[in-house]
């Protein structure tokens, strides 16, 4: 199909990948290197955005021809045949075309060691969930974010109680002062971020936050070469109320909290009004390492922010190194305690 697109080395012919320690594109044949210039100058305008939910999608690769079987988010793979990587430039054109990204600051071979790293300081995890095998699995995925960004104009009225107390002779004094309090504010609130596809494990997408937003980059399509990436699926109507009130919760508190020096403070009234709303969409890197527990029907991960290195994971438990670490605590125990017992 028309949409797939494929980015090639204008030097041999070779597919593109995005390599994120040099922030250049890099070809694995003749190590010829490009800059996002000089691969966004080859850029064709994509096509028209189609509709789909989570049924597949078959496309046909263009190095291989072979088909390529997706989902109705899917906006980055590779050829199962060739191997190349394939961009689905239908899916991020017209509403669902991204106004940033951050790029991958992080490669594969980092993400690998991080995660070895980590898995050191944890005793009890299957050794199939950290093998050989499973760790050259890590894949490094955008996923797409609805962004938040205002102005909050907040207003507060207090009342405030300043207390002094003091002895003379044998009378203890009290004195409360009272004071009527304002405070006023303007606060800038840039991208607050939410998960906008509905079959993303939000405890994975979320837990690496929060990201860099000042280096975010205008979106360009050779970015995701290389790398998965996943489309929206879910707009700003499904988090206006919960992140408007989680803003306005925070603007409350920020004024709140410059009211100091008192003993205690009453709110009487505020009032907190947005301005300048913007939701703006971006596609986040994530390095993702997944793991199902077949005889739990349950699904761990392990993340890694893409950009920063923050890492979050839900961990498979051994239940046989639990056994025996209970086995070399307790058992010497009960031996030392039946041993006592018998001479006593």
């Known amino acids: 199909m028309s949409d797939v697109l494929t980015y090639k080395c204008s030097n041999c012919g070779g597919p593109l990948k995005f390599d994120p320690e040099k922030q250049k594109y890099a070809c694995e044949y003749c190590l010829s290197q490009f800059t996002q210039e000089e691969v966004a100058s080859g850029e064709k305008e994509a096509p028209k955005a189609e509709k789909g939910g989570g049924e597949p999608f078959l496309y046909n690769c263009s190095s291989c021809g072979a088909e390529i079987v997706t989902d109705g988010t899917t906006a980055a793979t ?41 898995m050191k300081k944890k005793r009890f995890v299957p050794k199939s969930f950290y093998s050989q095998d499973q760790i ?115 603007a409350q508190d920020s004024l709140r909290n410059s009211i100091t020096s008192y003993d205690s403070v009453r709110i009487e009234s505020n009032d907190i009004r947005l301005e300048d709303e913007a939701w703006e969409y971006a596609l986040l890197p994530v390095w993702a390492l997944t793991y199902r527990d077949e005889g739990r029907d349950e699904m761990y991960y392990f993340t890694i922010n893409g950009q920063t290195g923050k890492v979050c994971g839900k961990l498979p438990v051994d239940k046989g190194k639990l056994s025996l670490l209970f086995a070399e605590i307790f058992v010497p125990i ?11």
């Open 78 to 118: 590779f050829c199962y045949y060739c191997h190349n990587p394939v961009i689905l430039s239908g899916r991020l054109s017209g509403e669902y075309n991204p106004d940033y990204v951050v790029p991958f600051a992080i490669e594969k071979e980092k993400a690998e060691d991080i995660f070895r790293m980590w």
């Open 136 to 250: 050259e699995k890590i894949s490094g995925v955008y996923f797409p974010y609805m962004l938040y960004s205002c102005r909050a104009e907040g207003r507060l009225n207090a009342s405030a109680d300043r207390v002094r107390v003091w002895v003379s002779g044998n009378q203890r004094y009290t004195e409360t002062q009272t004071f009527e309090v304002r405070r006023e504010g303007s606060m800038p609130v840039k991208f607050v971020p939410r998960n906008a596809l509905k079959k993303a494990n939000r405890e994975l997408v979320e837990g690496v936050l929060p990201y860099e937003t000042e280096k975010m980059k205008k979106f360009s399509m050779p970015y995701l070469s290389g790398f998965l990436a996943e489309r929206r699926d879910m707009g700003e109507q499904e988090f206006n109320e919960e992140v408007k009130a989680e803003v306005r919760s925070f």
């Open 334 to 344: 009960l031996i030392v305690l039946l041993i006592v017992g018998y001479l006593i």
